[in-house]
């Protein structure tokens, strides 16, 4: 679960002029999400918008060719917040876990197949650190619709994945965290893996020049060692996120 996502993708009503070295978007907006790996309760918190939808460093690299089409890239954030055994029924004899914090890049590619239609795929690696450390991550792929000048829609499937240090983290549970619950929660030892599959769904809407409205919605599905994990006798298998932001496009004459 992530506070945060950025992406490196032009949109269809931001196009660079030519002295234009940089198009950077900054937002933010509240996040509804579980309130840790696993859990069936939810939590509010703050979710930055970040987009570089074009990058130009003269002789080097260009980036950002419009309408979502070719090469994108731009880095990419997340954040688990903190677990305590205390706050939720079914977790007691678990240690408590401390915040994990995210930091990575996401690649994508999109093509367009007319002013109204398109598609893309991306995928994202991010280092996790703090509570939890390895690598963690996931793939996804969009249909694009833009029923208006002002509206982009985007839906479609989602995979995550994380190593071993993760998994193991948030869905272990030790022989002294057994005991200590009384036997309520056997010994498991997870691996890496899939974590998760699922669907989101994007709406962009530009209510000023430069100016957007962003909404987003998804689920996901637990799977593999972490969908097996004792810890979801007290959570649910099934995720679900809602978020909505407001944005500003800036555009830099660096070079």
Do not use: C
Request: charged content about 15%; aromatic content about 12%; proline content about 6%.
């Amino acid at each position: 679960m992530h506070i945060g996502n950025a992406a490196a993708q032009e949109d269809v009503r931001i196009a660079p002029a030519p002295e234009t070295d940089i198009l950077l978007e900054l937002g933010v907006g509240p996040l509804i999400r579980p309130s840790f790996e696993g859990s069936s309760q939810y939590e509010i918190v703050p979710s930055p918008i970040i987009r570089l939808h074009y990058l130009n460093i003269p002789g080097l690299i260009e980036i950002g060719q419009g309408l979502d089409t070719g090469l994108s890239i731009g880095p990419s954030f997340g954040y688990t917040g903190e677990r305590k055994a205390t706050d939720v029924p079914g977790l007691y004899g678990l240690e408590d876990l401390d915040a994990t914090y995210e930091l990575g890049l996401r690649l994508g590619y999109g093509w367009s197949f007319a002013p109204e239609y398109g598609a893309e795929v991306y995928g994202e690696a991010r280092y996790a650190f703090g509570e939890a450390t390895g690598l963690v991550g996931g793939l996804g792929a969009n249909g694009i619709f833009r029923p208006t000048q002002s509206l982009t829609l985007k839906f479609g499937p989602t995979a995550t994945f994380a190593s071993n240090g993760y998994i193991d983290t948030y869905f272990s549970v030790s022989p002294q965290e057994s005991i200590a619950s009384g036997g309520a929660l056997d010994i498991y030892d997870p691996s890496g893996g899939f974590k998760t599959v699922g669907l989101s769904a994007e709406a962009r809407l530009e209510f000023q020049p430069s100016w957007f409205l962003n909404g987003q919605a998804g689920y996901d599905r637990l799977i593999g060692s972490a969908a097996d994990s004792p810890i979801m006798q007290a959570g649910s298998r099934d995720q679900l996120y809602f978020g909505i932001g407001i944005s500003k496009v800036f555009s830099l004459d660096l070079f």
